[in-house]
């Protein structure tokens, strides 16, 4: 924020210590609000754009900033009493908003296709998130006003709000829901108003008032509210059809919105499911009548899964004899089995009914488990209690890491979705169980002659579009088999498709070799259902599958970079699985590359996010201020390069970690809070430490620079970390990341004060152009993060980081040099 260069006036202790307060409750209550948005935005539109959100508070704070030194009036004759006037007016807004991003339908996927109506809903959207944060940031910006000769102690306010903020948004949402999360944070904010009033030396009664207008509104608000999943997820269409569809639980947490529902008449539902898709021909016409009823549960409204309705009788369930699913039970007899993503349990009764000797399910969602387990326990055949299933709630590979058993099947089914692979909405996901190093986990706790069973959506080839999916996991298979010292990929790796136009596709990868037997039933068992294979050991199939699988391993590379789509191995590094389009072929016809449908709206819309940031934090932030400055001394290149390499440089960092740690939290929600509230604490703290480093401020830069460096050196240590310590329990794994970002966050803080010191010796009126460099720069950062964590990985942009610091020190430091930027 803005730091004002005139002599502040007088505050009382009393006083300042009602600023602290107010700016703590300020900065506490936006980041709930940030955190709780991305649940919102995670339901309403995709998991991915949550992202956004945070270039919006970003951009709210700095439009604020940017207006305020534009007209210093804004912090009014009695500051205290207009603090306490826009900290009632954030809660006011923060409620309002909460029924505008229910009531109005924003579709990103359709901006191209029907933008006379999502652009508009685009702007409303931008506008009711913007609001709350840009009246938050006048608040800490007329703070900083007031108490610029105790800027240090405000700063510690302010992280330390915010840090507890990203600790308390959890138990919110935990208690009262992600929309009551939203409420808390209106209410909270506007108790700020107190504070303030109080810091201008009033009783608050006014303020106080305004708060219990808000609480009152918001409780208003959460009954009005209701919230609807994009058109492209699988339970929007269901929502709307209220005459058929049943839903028996709707419950917010922070891992997942899950929903539980079915249908009024449940004799229709025998052919849904895996009945009607993803089995033989010949079974669809018995489904009607022999299938088992099914209810679904969805998590942020897509990623459904189907519970079967269960008495006991598994003569009953010969569905399951019928689907792909079987193809591993094929080559087994009676195995140890692992479920990676229970969901509603058909992976567990699909091992059931093939006579598995005992299944473990692993399942991330706690919700879920319980609904199974407890309010559908009925319906489902007290599945979970069964004595031959154990059923562990969890991230999938940090379990995995934990465990030291060895099983015969690893099964992992569909943990993505239909609707979200043609919306193309994964694009821009981790999805950090489809990568080379999960792979390689798996096969470490199989047995010699075990199977991993990956089960996808695909698309059939021809008309129907090129097997994208099925082909990277093959490239994977190949990749862990490498790695292992494997090169005999061909004779372990089978593929059994379905026959719709977008199959449901086992791909089947063994940790020894298959025995001619095992092929022969494998390839017995396809032609009774007539399920096409597309790889089998020893049979020359004239697919993509089997050609990559029989040419000799050193004309692989050539071949993928002969391909239109990227169908290259993921890793942890780079985990965007459902990325297959390069950079530049966007500008191509993508009809060209893709037959069937065009999955390339992630890129694209990725592109468009960062065009609209960068044009938005041009206009609100860096123009106003660069009317400002133009009246005066203009500001160096050096300076503008300086401040925004370091806002772009820390936001990089920033998303990089939050999605890089999302595998080792578990949870996105839990690596947003965690790392969000490690790295503004610490940043905080080297706010506070820069004033007390000994020398002018540019004779501190090198240094600074050079301590980063080692800093970032240790990034090979985070990496071996993860890797280490996946299997820890939830609370040592947040301790080590805690102990991994401090000093980065430490040393990162430092930058941006001593830039501002070495500014206000020499040209103070440039403070607030520089303030606003950095911010618009954090602005477009968020999304250009991602961009480059898709294009080059998570640890070249750290490398890209390091490299915008060195390239801002430079240039300050020439400017610094020069007769342009005198020392007064």
């Not at 509603?344 to 488990?369: F, K, Q, S, W």
């Not at 069964?386 to 995995?400: F, N």
């Not at 065009?611 to 050096?638: N, Q």
Request: hydrophobic share 50%.
């Amino acid at each position: 924020m803005e730091v004002s260069t005139t002599p502040p006036t007088a505050v009382s202790a009393p006083r300042a210590r009602a600023l602290y307060a107010g700016v703590f409750l300020v900065s506490m209550a936006m980041l709930v609000l940030e955190i709780a948005l991305t649940r919102i935005f995670s339901f309403t539109i995709w998991y991915h754009f949550a992202y956004v959100t945070i270039g919006i508070a970003l951009l709210g704070y700095g439009a604020s900033g940017a207006l305020l030194a534009v007209e210093p009036r804004l912090a009014g004759a009695v500051p205290g009493a207009r603090l306490a006037a826009y900290a009632v007016g954030c809660g006011l807004a923060i409620v309002v908003a909460l029924p505008v991003f229910a009531a109005v339908p924003f579709s990103p996927f359709d901006l191209a296709r029907d933008p006379a109506h999502q652009i508009p809903s685009l702007l409303i959207y931008y506008a009711a998130a913007t609001a709350p944060f840009f009246l938050a940031g006048l608040c800490i910006a007329t703070a900083l006003r007031q108490l610029a000769d105790r800027v240090e102690r405000l700063y510690c306010a302010d992280l330390a709000g915010a840090g507890t903020g990203c600790v308390l948004v959890v138990f919110l949402i935990a208690g009262l829901g992600t929309p009551g999360a939203i409420v808390a944070a209106a209410v909270l904010v506007s108790a700020a108003g107190v504070c303030f009033a109080r810091a201008g030396d009033r009783r608050g009664g006014l303020a106080l008032t305004g708060a219990v207008v808000v609480a009152l509104a918001g409780l208003g608000a959460l009954r009005i509210a209701e919230f609807r999943p994009a058109p492209q997820k699988s339970l929007a269409p269901l929502l709307h059809d209220r005459a058929n569809v049943r839903v028996s639980h709707t419950e917010w947490s922070p891992i997942f919105r899950t929903d539980v529902f079915g249908w009024v008449d449940e004799e229709i539902t025998r052919a849904g499911g895996y009945a009607g898709w993803g089995g033989s021909v010949a079974w669809r016409d018995e489904a009607g009548v022999r299938g088992p009823k099914i209810r679904f549960i969805t998590h942020d409204g897509d990623a459904g899964s189907p519970i079967y309705n269960f008495d006991g009788d598994l003569a009953k369930l010969d569905l399951f004899d019928h689907l792909v699913l079987k193809a591993p039970y094929v080559v087994l007899r009676e195995p140890d089995v692992l479920v990676i993503g229970v969901g509603g349990g058909a992976d567990i009764l699909n091992a059931i009914v093939n006579h598995a000797r005992h299944v473990t399910g692993i399942e991330l969602d706690p919700v879920t488990y319980r609904q199974v387990k407890v309010d559908q326990a009925a319906f489902a055949g007290h599945l979970f209690d069964r004595p031959d299933v154990t059923v562990i709630v969890g991230e999938g590979r940090s379990a995995l890491r934990r465990s030291t058993a060895r099983y015969d099947l690893i099964q992992m089914s569909e943990v993505d979705t239909y609707s979200a692979l043609s919306a193309g909405a994964y694009v821009m996901s981790e999805s950090y169980l489809y990568t080379t190093d999960a792979i390689v986990d798996c096969l470490d706790h199989l047995t010699p002659d075990g199977l991993l069973s990956i089960v996808v959506v695909d698309q059939a080839g021809g008309a129907a579009g090129y097997p994208r999916h099925t082909m990277r996991l093959v490239t994977e298979y190949v990749e862990a088999l490498r790695r292992r010292g494997i090169d005999d990929a061909e004779g372990r790796i089978a593929v059994v498709a379905s026959s719709e136009p977008w199959p449901v596709v086992a791909v089947l990868l063994k940790n020894g070799v298959f025995t001619a037997d095992e092929t022969a039933r494998l390839e017995a068992f396809a032609g009774r259902m007539d399920f096409p294979l597309w790889a089998l050991p020893g049979r020359p199939l004239a697919t993509p599958h089997a050609e990559y699988l029989r040419m000799p391993a050193a004309a692989r590379p050539a071949y993928l970079a002969r391909q239109d789509l990227l169908l290259t191995p993921t890793s942890d590094d780079s985990p965007f699985f459902f990325n297959f389009y390069r950079w530049r072929d966007l500008r191509r016809n993508l009809r060209a590359i893709d037959a069937g449908r065009t999955l390339a709206t992630g890129p694209l819309l990725l592109l468009g996010m960062l065009l609209v940031s960068t044009v938005a934090s041009a206009l609100v932030i860096a123009l106003p201020l660069w009317r400002r400055a133009s009246r005066g001394a203009p500001a160096t290149a050096g300076v503008t390069v300086f401040f925004l390499a370091i806002g772009l440089a820390f936001m990089l960092m920033e998303i990089s970690l939050v999605q890089r740690l999302v595998l080792f939290l578990g949870y996105p929600t839990y690596a947003l809070t965690v790392v969000l509230g490690t790295l503004l604490t610490s940043a905080g703290a080297g706010s506070m430490l820069s004033a007390r480093l000994p020398g002018r401020p540019e004779s501190r830069l090198l240094p600074l620079l050079a301590t980063l460096a080692a800093v970032m050196l240790l990034d090979a240590t985070m990496s071996a970390v993860v890797r280490e310590f996946l299997g820890s329990p939830l609370l040592v794994r947040i301790g080590l990341t805690w102990a991994l970002l401090l000093p980065f966050g430490l040393v990162a803080g430092m930058f941006f004060p001593t830039g501002i010191q070495l500014l206000r010796e020499r040209q103070p009126a440039l403070v607030p152009w520089a303030w606003g460099m950095n911010a618009c720069a954090s602005v477009a950062g968020t999304t250009l993060a991602v961009i480059l964590a898709i294009s080059v990985g998570f640890r070249a942009v750290t490398w890209i980081a390091l490299g915008l610091y060195a390239a801002g020190v430079l240039a300050l430091l020439g400017s610094a040099r020069s007769a342009r930027l005198p020392a007064r």
